[in-house]
Structure formats: C-alpha cells, structure tokens
C-alpha cells in the first residue's frame, strides 16, 4: 500500500460524514419516528437480556466516546485461573448488527451463545455499540468501532485480557463494518489500535459495496450507502484490503436470496491475490441463525474455532484445539 492511497483512505473517511449525512433517507424517517423506534428497541432489550452463567462476570456500559451509544460490554471469567505459561486471556470483539440503524450490545441473539461457550473456556468477549443512521453517517460509525477497539486493548490487561490477541468478529452490518476495519488496518491504528489477529465476519452482503450498490437492493442500503460511487468505494472491504492486513473469515448463508456467499468468494479471491488469508464457509442458516447459533455445540462453531484456533496458539489451547 502507498503512503498516497493510506493518506486518501483515511481523508474519505474522516472528511465524508457530512456527504452521507446528505444523503437522501425514507420519508418515514422523521426524528420522532426514529425516537420511538429506538425506545420500542430499548425495551426489548431489558425485557430480553440474556441470563449470565455462574462463571461468568459482566462490566456494563464501559465507555469509549461521549455519546450515549459509544459503549461496551466486557463478559470475562468471574474466577480466572492463572496461565501456567504467563499469558493473558484472549478477547473476541464483538459487533452487533441491525442495518447500520438498529441492534444492541446486549441482544441475547448478539452475546448469549458466544459468552456461554467462549467465556468459560478463558476467552473474554467485548460487545461494542456504535452510533447509529440516521444521525451517524456509517463512515462514522467505522471510526466508532474503530475507537471501542482501541479502548478496548488499552484496557485489556485490567479485565486479565491480551491487547494483542483480539479476534474481531461482527453480524449483518457489524460484520461489514468489522471487515472494513480489518481490510484497511490504519483506520483504527490511527486512534491507537494495536495489530490484531484476524476477523469473523458473519453474513454481510456488503463486502463489495460498488457491486451491491449498482445491482437492485433494498432501500435500507440507500439509506446507508446513499449514491455516491466515491463514498461507497471508501466503505468497501474488497476495494480497501491492503497488502498485510489480518486474515479473514466470511460466514455467509445459503439461505438468503441475495446470494451472501458469492460475494464472500470473491472477496476471499480477491485477498489471495494480494497475498493474503481469507476462508468462507457456506452455512444453511438463515441471516439470524448465523449470529445466534454460533456458541452452540455444532459443527458451525467448530468450523469457526478451528479458523480462531489458527490465529493464535493461546486461542487454540483456550478453545481446546
């Protein structure tokens, strides 16, 4: 990668929030529309809270940033055992989904089945909000994600964890935005990131932005992407991956109509020819059942520890590989 092309990256995305705050949103979209909307939600999320294991410790709404969103959930072991080698635990970053506009930290969909097999085993895992359309444009919202990721692995070692083996894992639109940051590392090295291991991203249809964008789709995704070609090629993992960057795996269903899996394959042909590590793996699960049955005990979540267990020989013998 050029010092032109890393320097022209990070200016789009730091300087295109007011283009896509420009950008055109559904006329039911009125801020009292979005108000209730987010209050219904908030709702159902008390109501839905998943249940901790007894093994399991909870620090709620750690902040990152000043907004209200910008805060993380961190589930570690509430008796940690001492590394007979001296290391420190392993941290799965997790980034919800919900259309760039919707979805929680604390969805059970998000967090239940993950934290019950992974937290146990010695793997701490962080559940990240961000900011959301339609006030927070998704070039934004990287830059959030980006930030939680760094105040995470600064704070790590106070919650037993390792600052250098985070696994970034995201669903749906967290999926794309965890997979724009592993593609293009410097986003979050600028706000103090450290290098980390790799990314799981589940299910997004937004790996190759341009592409999506000039075939029919849904309005959510105008909503989000808006109809610049130079916005959408900023926010694109396929047209950001550089040279060095972390490898990759990409879940996607069989189920959906349009077609996840295609994309995944490019992207990971398209990694290769940089050099680079990316798998997929083809699930017959619906969008929903991607996110909420990984951590059950499955051929699934074997598949997707196997390529954890990769990374890294700490994670590998946390998860019993």
């Not at 209200?68 to 941290?91: E, H, K, L, N, W």
């Not at 130079?230 to 694109?236: D, E, N, P, T």
């Not at 793996?281 to 909420?292: D, R, S």
Request: aromatic share 6%; charged share 15%.
């Amino acid at each position: 990668m050029t010092l032109q092309r890393m320097a022209l990256f990070c200016a789009l995305v730091a300087g295109l929030a007011p283009l896509a705050q420009a950008q055109p949103l559904s006329r039911s979209d009125t801020p009292q529309a979005t108000e209730r909307l987010r209050t219904r939600l908030a709702e159902r999320v008390q109501e839905r809270r998943a249940p901790l294991p007894p093994d399991v410790q909870k620090i709620t709404d750690l902040p990152y940033g000043p907004d209200a969103r910008q805060r993380m959930d961190i589930y570690r072991p509430s008796t940690s055992t001492p590394d007979p080698s001296g290391a420190r635990a392993p941290v799965v970053f997790m980034v919800h989904g919900g259309g760039w506009r919707n979805g929680d930290k604390a969805m059970p969909s998000v967090v239940q089945n993950k934290v019950a097999r992974w937290v146990p085993r010695g793997v701490i895992v962080v559940s990240v909000n961000y900011r959301l359309l339609p006030d927070t444009p998704v070039s934004q919202q990287a830059q959030d994600v980006a930030q939680a990721l760094a105040t995470a692995q600064q704070q790590a070692a106070q919650w037993g964890g390792d600052a250098g083996r985070f696994i970034l894992m995201g669903h749906s639109a967290g999926a794309h935005l965890v997979s724009l940051i592993n593609a293009q590392p410097a986003l979050a090295q600028r706000l103090g990131a450290w290098p980390w291991l790799g990314a799981v991203s589940l299910d997004s249809a937004m790996l190759n932005v341009p592409q999506f964008m000039r075939a029919p789709h849904l309005p959510l995704y105008d909503d989000a992407f808006g109809t610049n070609p130079v916005y959408w090629h900023a926010l694109s993992p396929f047209h950001q991956w550089v040279s060095g960057a972390p490898p990759a795996q990409f879940v996607c269903s069989t189920e959906r109509l349009d077609q996840p899996c295609l994309q995944a394959q490019a992207m990971a042909r398209h990694v290769h020819t940089l050099g680079g590590r990316a798998e997929v793996l083809p699930q017959p699960l619906t969008h929903g059942e991607i996110n909420a049955e990984l951590g059950l005990d499955s051929d699934y979540t074997r598949a997707v520890e196997g390529f954890m267990a990769s990374l890294d020989a700490v994670v590998a013998q946390k998860l019993g590989r």
